[in-house]
């Protein structure tokens, strides 16, 4: 055996060991993470985990999600209007009614009692975020762009973290939860057997308001601003009670605006089994919500208190006694509906509205099916490929084979390696990648039957074939790659992974096709002075 | 073996038929396309909501229907799928007019609501919907095994593998039939098979999978699938033109993957078959595959042309085909042998990728020869015919229409 023939087989050895051994590695880390027995994990598990299973393999949810971040900025404008209006009812500044024309503005119409030279002051220390412009009698007030556009990132951040939150504490693995663009939320949650819940689990605003109930619960709207003269007095509002099962007629009450407590002021959350049965979730107070609950409890036992979630009343308790630091929202829970509003109660309230844009649900079953029938396929495929080479090539044929083989090994190897996703389409891409690698030998098998036919000696004929089919080779690997890499430039998710899987299986099968067949037929014929014939 | 041992085709000779035939198969894939049923867009593109489910038994359709009626989506299309075994449906709901609303629930809640008295005892378990996580904490509540006062068990970790075998159990038979079917699941107790059986009941139906695609991202995803398809063709346009500096071969080349990504979207479009991510993801792969066919001819063109020896081209590219014809369809039927393969085992979403690639393949082995080299010769031909005409002078020097350059080449032969 020649120096250089030994050298080439050292290197083949090397790289397909290395791929080998890259992939096990990267099946017993991956296993290692699942694995709750004891010990490390078998080798079966490790090769069975080599290679990340996308969502369509696995089953799982894709959600991407926009941020009604609009939502913030009403909140803020709200906020805004409610300061402005304590201001001048603290500083003795009289002013008209507000009215809200748009999302992010506001109008306080001035009397001639009003003293405006105060108002703007005021406006100027207090709303520094706003411009105040004067049309017609009203100042109008206008959020601006800058503060606008803080509020509407800050609105989103605060989402990614609160979605996180939610995801941990209720336990996925590997879940993937990024912002996208502006006010979009991409989450990716392998592995989910019941997406109904998760979805209702992120989505949920949770935004809990104890306020003061002054009337109801009625059914009956007008009853409940009879005693207002049939107005919604200015520091009241009208919420509508839960829809409970069973029950026949929604309800209104009509409570105080400003909340006594909001989540805000929730240090935890537990969901609680009551006596009586059913289920409930207690909550706890931090420092400052337990000041604020145990005055406003204090100061009206006997009343009635509305526990209000994403604007509806869950439940209106009567204040039996002073209260400290915790209470319970009551309801028809189940189980896991008790122990999910705990959970986001504690990861806290969403700063805005969620909605879904897309959503893409794999079930385990499917996903497991898809796998199956991705195998059986590739695995008769690459079955009919072989055959058909074997038979038209003979003995080369099967030095085509067995470059074909490495380079599934190999191929296998690289995307663990490179942590790449396997698909369904990307299994389809990886048989498909064998097709094609197929072609390659072809080429090089087809130059060396010419160059056989035009009069030249076997070992001359292979070498002259290699060479003359390298260009071409090339040639053909760079228009399939070129356009893989469009693919994964355009790609989502399964079809990424396909654009992945072609691209690594090309670039290996230049490497198998030229490098090892080529180093196959040295070691057959390379140490014989001489050949009579080729089998091919 | 040999199928092919030097063959000498003139096929060249029958170019004008095969241009023929070209312009056939892209009107008859145009008239898919826009007169006869139009490209039918996958919800990817069109956006809406498409859900499969599984039943325990064969569904009747109708009832579905009905059920869904109620839950007022607008247009609702349901058909079974896969093999009849199996009772899966799908469903599939247009695009609503408000973005946001989650059809897939709402869909899934009608259902329910429809097929199942009462909508199900909230209080059991549902054997065919709930998760790992109801099972095992419902089940460590319950304690059927009674392992409060044995050491030797971790309760929430005991019951959490009991979950798991019973959610394994379910992904492979697909769904629970009766409560019966808990007796077949592997590892479980008969204290817990007991509870179970009194405290769950098998849902109407497992869903197996749930898409919803919202107007934006739909449009989203129309534009950046035109986008990769026009931009990797721009992107061959680049490679050939580098690789072999010539106007006519390029144009060849382009002309060819046009060609077949036309033909094949036209014929996909008669077929009725849908067109989603996955089909362009083949689409793209067909673009590669097709430039790759065309340059392996193209190469055996230049290297042929090297030679000292004066051949008119006609007959350089005759050879250069029939010299890598046994290549052309060996790689072709080595690739064709794996499409059938996805075709008839690869299941449902594999199943139209196969055949965008069955009949790319077959389309562009076939415009390799008779439209990328076919152009080359016309350009030639034509060039060489100008450039006499251009000489004398005499006439208006307008480039002879197609149907002339037809004429004089079959009176030449």
């Known amino acids: ?186 989450v990716q949650l392998p592995g989910i057997d019941d997406p109904k819940r998760v979805k209702d689990l992120i989505k949920n605003t949770a935004f809990l308001e104890l306020k003061l109930v002054q009337g109801g619960p009625t059914s009956d709207r007008t009853a409940l601003l009879a005693p207002h003269g049939g107005q919604v ?80 009343v869950k439940s209106s308790p009567t204040i039996n006694e002073q209260i400290h630091d915790q209470g319970e929202i009551t309801g028809s829970f189940t189980p896991e509906e008790a122990n999910d509003l705990a959970l986001v109660l504690r990861a806290g309230a969403l700063p805005a509205g969620l909605t879904y844009l897309e959503e893409r649900t794999v079930g385990p ?18 079955l009919f490929v072989f055959v058909a080479v074997v038979l038209y090539y003979r003995l080369s044929g099967l030095n085509a084979v067995l470059a074909l083989i490495l380079n599934a090994i190999m191929l296998l190897g690289a995307m663990a390696l490179f942590n790449a996703t396997l698909t369904l389409p990307g299994i389809a891409g990886f048989i498909l990648t064998i097709g094609m690698a197929v072609d390659s030998n072809v080429l090089i098998f087809e130059r060396i039957r010419e160059e056989l036919r035009a009069g030249r000696a076997p070992k001359t004929a292979i070498d002259n074939g290699f060479s003359k089919a390298f260009a071409t080779i090339i040639d053909t690997h760079l228009t399939v790659i070129i356009s893989a890499i469009f693919l994964f430039q355009f790609g989502t998710g399964p079809v990424k ?28 014929y390379g140490r014989r002075q001489h050949i009579d014939a080729l089998s091919i | 073996m040999e199928l092919f041992r030097q063959t000498n085709i003139d096929f060249l000779r029958y170019k004008w038929i095969a241009i023929g035939a070209s312009w056939l198969l892209i009107a008859i894939g145009l008239f898919a396309i826009f007169v006869q049923k139009g490209l039918k867009f996958g919800i990817d593109f069109a956006g809406g909501t498409q859900i499969a489910v599984r039943f325990a038994e064969r569904p009747d359709l109708d009832r579905l229907r009905d059920v869904l009626k109620s839950a007022n989506l607008g247009d609702t299309g349901i058909q079974r799928y896969g093999e009849p075994e199996r009772n899966q449906v799908l469903i599939r709901v247009q695009q609503q007019k408000t973005e946001g609303r989650d059809v897939s629930h709402d869909v899934q809640n009608a259902l329910r609501a429809g097929l199942l008295p009462g909508g199900g005892d909230p209080a059991k378990i549902d054997l065919n919907r709930d998760g790992k996580d109801v099972f ?21 970790q005991h019951y959490a593998t009991i979950a798991d075998q019973i959610l394994s159990y379910r992904a492979e038979a697909g769904i629970f039939g009766s409560t019966a079917d808990l007796d077949k699941v592997p590892g479980v107790s008969v204290a817990v098979r007991n509870w179970l059986k009194a405290n769950s009941y098998p849902g109407p139906f497992v869903l197996l999978s749930a898409e919803n695609v919202g107007p934006q991202v739909g449009a989203d995803l129309r534009k950046k699938a035109l986008y990769a398809v026009v931009w990797s063709i721009v992107g061959m346009l680049i490679y050939i033109a580098i690789r072999f500096r010539s106007l006519p071969f390029g144009v060849g080349a382009v002309v060819a993957l046009i060609h077949d990504t036309l033909i ?66 060996l790689t072709a039927g080595a690739t064709m042998l794996v499409c059938l393969a996805l075709f008839f085992l690869g299941g ?27 152009i080359v010769v016309i350009w030639k031909d034509l060039r060489s015919r100008r450039k006499l005409q251009v000489v004398p002078a005499a006439k208006p020097a307008a480039p002879p229409p197609p149907a002339a350059a037809k004429k004089k080449k079959s009176g030449r032969r």
Not at chain 1, 275 to 292: I, M, P, R, T
Not at chain 2, 348 to 374: C, D, H, K, P, Q
């Open chain 1, 497 to 524: 992974g396909f654009a992945v899987t072609l691209i690594l299986g090309l670039l290996i099968s230049v490497f198998t096709a030229v490098f090892v067949s080529h180093t196959i037929f040295e070691l057959m």
């Open chain 1, 233 to 312: 007095p200015a520091n009241m509002e009208i919420v509508e009670g839960a829809v409970v099962a069973g029950q026949r007629e929604q309800v209104y009450y009509l409570v105080l605006k400003s909340a006594v407590i909001t989540g805000r002021d929730l240090k935890n959350a537990r969901p609680t089994q009551r006596q009586l049965g059913g289920n409930a979730v207690s909550f706890f107070l931090n420092a400052a919500g337990a000041e604020k609950f145990a005055a406003a409890t204090g100061a009206n036992v006997g009343k009635q208190l509305a526990i209000i979630l994403d604007k509806r």
């Open chain 1, 1 to 186: 055996m020649s120096k250089r023939l030994r050298w080439r087989l050292f290197l083949i050895f090397l790289v397909v060991v290395g791929m080998v051994a890259g992939y096990v590695a990267m099946g017993y880390s991956n296993a290692r993470r699942e694995w709750i027995g004891p010990g490390k994990p078998p080798l079966r598990e490790a090769l069975k985990k080599g290679i990340k299973l996308g969502l369509d393999l696995r089953g799982g949810i894709h959600l991407v999600l926009q941020v009604n971040t609009i939502d913030a900025v009403k909140a803020e404008r709200d906020d805004a209007a409610e300061q402005l209006q304590t201001q001048a009812r603290e500083q003795g500044i009289t002013i008209g009614p507000v009215e809200f024309p748009g999302d992010h503005s506001f109008t306080v119409a001035v009397t001639p009692q009003t003293d405006e030279r105060k108002l703007d002051e005021s406006a100027k220390r207090f709303l520094p975020d706003w411009n105040a412009t004067t049309a017609g009698g009203k100042w109008v007030f206008t959020l601006k762009d800058l503060s606008r556009r803080t509020i509407e990132d800050n609105a989103v951040a605060q989402a990614v973290e609160t979605i996180r939150n939610r995801i941990d504490e209720f336990g996925v693995a590997e879940p993937l939860i990024a912002r996208q663009g502006t006010d979009r939320i991409l």
């Open chain 2, 264 to 329: 094949t979207v036209g014929l996909l479009a008669l077929f009725g078959r849908e067109f989603n991510l996955v089909v362009v993801a083949a689409l793209l792969t067909l673009i590669g595959y097709s430039v790759n066919d065309t340059v392996v001819v193209y190469d055996r063109v230049r290297e042929n042309q090297r030679t000292p020896k004066k051949e008119a081209l006609e007959s350089v590219i005759n050879r250069s085909i029939n010299q890598t014809l046994s290549r052309t369809i």
């Open chain 2, 136 to 156: 095992a904490a419902r089940l460590a509540a319950a304690d059927p095994d009674a392992t409060a006062g044995r050491p030797d068990v971790v309760a929430p």
């Open chain 2, 348 to 374: 449902e979403v594999l199943n139209t990728f196969a055949l965008t690639l069955i009949i790319g393949i077959l389309i562009g082995t076939y415009s390799s020869i008779y439209v990328a080299a076919a």
């Open chain 1, 365 to 382: 079953s499917l996903g497991l099916d898809s796998i199956k029938k991705g195998i059986t396929a590739s695995v008769t495929g690459a």
